[in-house]
């Protein structure tokens, strides 16, 4: 029996890992990887203390930081199901069974998908949804970024220092990321913005060759030979339906990061809370750790 149980160990989990541990608790932490969707981020520039760090080196900043406590870690595990059985919350995966007096839910987003011919045909074989991964394999040719938003952008401003031609492929009428984003891409000689563009299906035979899209009411056809989705996330909580969630699946929070199942709380990405960024998500997954803390000395177990 554990006091908390955390699920997820990207800046939200992390952090609700180092106070948890700070605060003395019998802790678990359960993830399936570790940095979260940091890990895949290129420059970081937002976050205090840090004029300038790459997504990777941060995310190794926080595990670093993680691993100086004895903090018992599954990795490589996805929590499968988590309920509340009268005192205990039960988290389940694929190799056992965890029980503690208290969890928080730090699960994160994942890639969204296109849903469109060619999409899982082709995945890993010219189609990836890590830029940071996958970037450096398509040095000189022509690339597709699917999105409009802050990961799009910066999916697109990392490739055009390697890629011969980068298109931008938004599906809106205007890009909806940071203006500065926004400038650097408009500037690059060798990137091109599409807006009202929908991608329709991914071409080629053993690997990519081409992407058709709707743009404007036309079809045509990009010749590329990596396409990047970044066409937004959508939040880890399947495993959790016994807790409210809004429209979009995001875990609806209180300003103490309580969900509606007393005992479990929730922090970062997963949540309703407004803005996702890194900084945000690690002070969610603080606050989250001090109320956990705090419902645990408050409550009377049986």
Request: aromatic share 6%; proline share 2%; with cysteine.
């Amino acid at each position: 029996m554990h006091d908390l149980i955390i699920i997820g160990a990207g800046p939200a989990g992390i952090t609700a890992a180092v106070y948890a541990a700070r605060k003395r608790l019998n802790l678990l932490v359960v993830t399936r990887d570790i940095g979260g969707q940091t890990a895949y981020s290129g420059e970081v520039t937002n976050y205090t203390g840090y004029q300038f760090i790459s997504g990777p080196e941060l995310a190794a900043k926080f595990e670093e930081h993680l691993r100086k406590f004895e903090i018992e870690l599954k990795e490589g595990e996805e929590a499968l199901e988590i309920t509340k059985r009268g005192d205990k919350v039960l988290v389940k995966t694929a190799k056992g069974l965890y029980e503690a007096r208290s969890a928080i839910i730090a699960s994160g987003k994942c890639s969204r998908e296109l849903g469109v011919p060619g999409e899982k045909e082709f995945k890993n074989r010219g189609l990836t949804y890590c830029v940071t991964c996958d970037g450096p394999l398509f040095s000189g040719k022509k690339v597709a970024v699917i999105g409009g938003g802050n990961s799009a952008l910066d999916a697109a401003v990392q490739l055009m220092r390697i890629a011969r031609q980068v298109y931008l492929i938004n599906n809106t009428a205007a890009l909806s990321g940071d203006e500065v984003m926004q400038d650097k891409v408009r500037a690059a000689a060798n990137a091109e913005i599409l807006n009202n563009a929908r991608v329709s299906a991914i071409l080629g035979d053993k690997m990519v060759k081409s992407i058709r899209i709707k743009r404007n009411g036309r079809e045509e056809t990009l010749e590329v030979e990596g396409v990047f989705v970044e066409a937004g996330l959508i939040p880890n909580s399947r495993f959790a339906p016994g807790i409210e969630r809004n429209e979009m699946g995001e875990i609806k929070v209180s300003s103490r990061n309580e969900t509606s199942v007393p005992g479990i709380f929730a922090a970062g990405d997963v949540t309703d809370v407004t803005e996702k960024q890194i900084i945000i998500a690690a002070g969610e997954g603080a606050k989250a750790a001090l109320s956990a803390f705090k419902y645990l000395m408050q409550h009377k177990f049986q």
